[in-house]
């Protein structure tokens, strides 16, 4: 009797880890098709107590995706991307700069291409039904092991996983960001014109020839203080515009879901201790350490930054 039970509950066991690799590999099938399906179609991006609207069309595949995204109200702008480069478009230096961040979050594309990590900072769940721009929907949530994350929660249409609707909660359950097609086509337009830029000042966000950024021989040698589950992936050195003698250190970290970039610079004048919304879900902090500006930007809540930026022990090379 007693072993009947046991095999009843290691089968139980069982059942539970199959759902929870099934529901993995469902988010893998969301990035890559948040990245990779061809579509048509309107959506809206609220932040705060804003609210802007963007067409989308996309088209090809691999590293001949093509893909433009134009705002509909707010200052003009387009993004483009053609394979793995990604170029800003408007009217005037104004918009330019409103384009520039406007590419911090590009939608439907908001999860990393590699999800491998994303397990040790967070769990999946299955969360029931809905409907959005006339779809059917599955929500998944990728909810944080922590406090000092946001929550993530998608509508997953089931045919395709392209998540028609993102929105992200700070750990109270308030919603910070939300993004939602209005109407959709899963298929990309058939005029290669719908890919052409309407205004000719640009600027190159992401060149498709750029060098791969690599771990530096300057980089320090240690940095402490990050959330658990948070990796260098990479780090360069770079000068300053039309100051060879000052350089920047640049570190991306990531814990699979979330991208943190840490600045060090040598510092000029006394700043304030201080955390300040971008764009969204994206924040920023800086700070004095010793004779340097340490400043972290990434979509983290801006208390978690704040924390960081005040913990954050940087062991610099000579």
Known sequence: MRLTQLSGVCLMGVAVLAHADDDWLVVKKVAAA????????????????????FRIVRSGSGDNIQEKRSSLDGPSREIIR??????CY????????????????????????DIGNIAQSY???????????????????LKPKDSKRYMLRMCVEPASFLPLKV?????????????????????????????????????????????????????????SGMPSGFKLLRAVQRTLPGQAERTVRHMVFSDGLVMLSLFIEPQ?????????NLHG?????????????????????????LAMIRNLKIALRP
């Open 268 to 276: 000029t004048e006394g700043r304030p201790e201080r955390a300040v």
């Open 82 to 87: 053609k394979g793995l480069e990604l170029s």
């Open 90 to 113: 408007a009217p005037d230096a104004k918009s330019l700069s409103a384009a520039k961040v406007s590419a911090m979050r590009l939608f439907p594309a908001l999860l990393p291409d």
């Open 34 to 53: 948040a990245r990779q399906q061809p579509l048509s179609g309107t959506y809206l991006h609220q932040m705060n107590s804003s609210l802007e609207t």
């Open 281 to 305: 879900a994206v924040n920023m902090a800086t700070a004095e350490q010793g004779d340097y500006l340490v400043t972290l930007v990434g979509d983290l809540p801006e208390p978690t930054m």
């Open 123 to 141: 769990s999946v769940k299955r969360s029931g039904k809905d409907r959005v721009a006339q779809r059917d929907c599955n929500w998944l949530e």
């Open 167 to 223: 929105i992200t909660q700070n750990a109270a359950g308030e919603v910070v960001e939300q993004f939602t097609f209005t109407e959709i086509e899963l298929q990309g337009p058939k005029d290669k014109g719908a890919f052409r830029p309407q205004y000719k000042q640009n600027y190159v966000l992401r060149s498709a020839s750029a060098p791969a950024m690599t771990l530096d021989a300057d980089a320090p040698s240690e940095v």
